[in-house]
């Protein structure tokens, strides 16, 4: 019996060699399974950036290993499809829509792949979800207009402006723009303000328009319309230049130079909508599961430093009512669009 001990040892040994092996294979080193996010936005502005940032930063709290392919879409709707397409040939694990646009150019593409969206303004309408209380078979997410947004800006623009004409500046290719100025117009119904359109297909035509509404408008109110703001700094120099307060849809834009707006955090919603990508990446939830959210509660953000460059006199009151934001120093943002430049690069690396 002895003499067959030394054998006996080595096949035990052997056996718990190869078990180890097989385990290190399936399992993938240590256990962490790596996921691959396709992020894509319609355009670079404060605001969409933000909301990507939001994203990551859940993902990251949740404790998922992720690979992003950031894509940006430059405002042109023939790359919306053409990287949506690049999404599924590439069998990405889940798609981030972070704008109205996006969102649709990637339920378009697929109805396999999971879709998490946010910095949409109306799921319901553009036909993204049937419905708020549940969402699609592979689509859900935050949107970005609380329900009582416009009503409280058109009302602060009645409150301190009565019997002003408002300038709107809009692509009227944005379904989610249209659908803001819609309700712009309609919670003006009962006021004593007057409206006047005028729309842009590009960021190159919006300060040409803002130029030709000068002599009619005693304010411009600018929506979350993703061509506009991208463009906002030549509206805020017309603002500026001919004393007209600027109205804008998010607190981001008050860092680019304007005035006020009853706004939200667009990082908040990008973290949702992280929190959601965590949960259905995991296979604990489905997009079914999730129904789509609103946005938190409004709050009313003003720029000091804009409201004396476009010639507004200060009320007292809003000392006591507004949170305050300063405008972004030129140095400062022109650093932070090379951070965003660079990370956009190594996102897609």
């Known amino acids: 019996?002895?003499?067959?001990?030394?054998?006996?040892?080595?096949?035990?040994?052997?056996?718990?060699?190869?078990?180890?092996?097989?385990?290190?294979?399936?399992?993938?080193?240590?256990?962490?399974?790596?996921?691959?996010?396709?992020?894509?936005?319609?355009?670079?502005?404060?605001?969409?950036?933000?909301?990507?940032?939001?994203?990551?930063?859940?993902?990251?709290?949740?404790?998922?290993?992720?690979?992003?392919?950031?894509?940006?879409?430059?405002?042109?709707?023939?790359?919306?499809?053409?990287?949506?397409?690049?999404?599924?040939?590439?069998?990405?694990?889940?798609?981030?829509?972070?704008?109205?646009?996006?969102?649709?150019?990637?339920?378009?593409?697929?109805?396999?792949?999971?879709?998490?969206?946010?910095?949409?303004?109306?799921?319901?309408d553009t036909g993204i979800v049937d419905s708020m209380d549940e969402g699609g078979d592979n689509i859900t997410g935050v949107i970005d207009l609380h329900p009582d947004a416009i009503k409280e800006t058109v009302q602060f623009i009645e409150d301190y402006f009565e019997g002003a004409t408002v300038g709107l500046i809009y692509n009227a290719g944005e379904q989610n723009s249209v659908i803001q100025i819609e309700a712009v117009e309609e919670a003006g119904e009962d006021t004593s303000l007057e409206f006047k359109e005028r729309t842009v297909s590009n960021s190159a035509e919006v300060q040409q328009a803002a130029t030709t509404l000068v002599e009619d408008v005693d304010v411009f109110y600018i929506v979350t319309d993703n061509t506009v703001v991208s463009a906002l700094d030549s509206v805020?120099?017309?603002?500026?230049?001919?004393?007209?307060?600027?109205?804008?849809?998010?607190?981001?834009?008050?860092?680019k130079g304007g005035f006020a707006t009853f706004g939200i955090d667009y990082n908040s919603i990008g973290y949702r909508s992280g929190e959601m990508a965590a949960d259905i990446l995991t296979g604990e939830k489905t997009t079914k599961d999730l129904p789509v959210e609103l946005p938190p509660e409004v709050e009313l953000f003003i720029n000091e430093e804009a409201a004396e460059a476009q010639n507004i006199e200060w009320q007292d009151e809003w000392d006591d009512i507004a949170n305050f934001v300063e405008t972004e120093d030129e140095d400062e943002a022109e650093d932070a669009d090379e951070d965003e430049a660079d990370q956009d690069e190594e996102d897609s690396e």
């Open 236 to 255: 805020v120099g017309t603002a500026e230049d001919h004393g007209i307060p600027l109205m804008v849809g998010e607190p981001d834009s008050l860092e």
């Open 1 to 124: 019996m002895k003499k067959w001990l030394p054998f006996i040892f080595i096949v035990f040994i052997s056996t718990i060699l190869l078990a180890a092996c097989g385990s290190d294979d399936s399992g993938g080193g240590d256990g962490e399974e790596t996921y691959t996010v396709g992020a894509t936005q319609i355009v670079e502005h404060a605001s969409l950036n933000a909301a990507y940032e939001g994203f990551q930063e859940a993902l990251e709290d949740a404790g998922l290993d992720v690979e992003y392919d950031f894509q940006n879409a430059q405002d042109d709707q023939s790359n919306v499809k053409t990287i949506s397409d690049n999404f599924v040939a590439e069998d990405v694990d889940l798609i981030f829509a972070n704008s109205t646009p996006s969102a649709l150019g990637a339920l378009q593409a697929t109805d396999d792949i999971p879709i998490v969206f946010t910095s949409v303004t109306d799921a319901v």
